[in-house]
């Protein structure tokens, strides 16, 4: 299994960014993804979520800003984050729990500034 995770950068506060994460090696359609971030200092905590079936869920943080998707022929799950703010400032990571273990992208930071 491999996550491959692609955007990121900086931003201005109110601005958007959007993350891409390409998997491999296992039946994608058939799991739920997860992005989850880490600021500095701080534990992991789950952002978004979509079940096998399209079912979201989101922080409170984030819901209304975020948008998580998927396209299954693509295998690819995408976090758009728009009305970003400082705060939303860490590495995020992709993640699935597979049929042999639980999965993480590279990271990616994302850097918003005020």
């Known amino acids: 299994v491999q996550l491959v995770q692609y955007g990121g950068g900086s931003a201005q506060a109110g601005g958007s960014l959007r993350l891409s994460c390409a998997a491999s090696?296992?039946?994608?359609?058939?799991?739920?993804m997860n992005w989850y971030r880490q600021a500095p200092g701080r534990q992991r905590e789950l952002v978004a979520s979509?079940?096998?079936?399209?079912?979201?869920s989101y922080a409170g943080s984030v819901k209304g800003r975020f948008t998580i998707s998927r396209d299954n022929a693509k295998n690819t799950v995408y976090l758009q984050m728009n009305s970003l703010k400082p705060e939303d400032t860490a590495v995020y990571y992709c993640?699935?729990?597979?049929?042999?273990?639980?999965?993480w992208g590279q990271g990616t930071q994302v850097t918003v500034s005020s």
């Open positions: 993640n699935v729990d597979a049929w042999d273990g639980n999965y």
């Open positions: 090696g296992y039946i994608f359609s058939h799991n739920s």
């Open positions: 979509i079940t096998s079936g399209g079912t979201l």
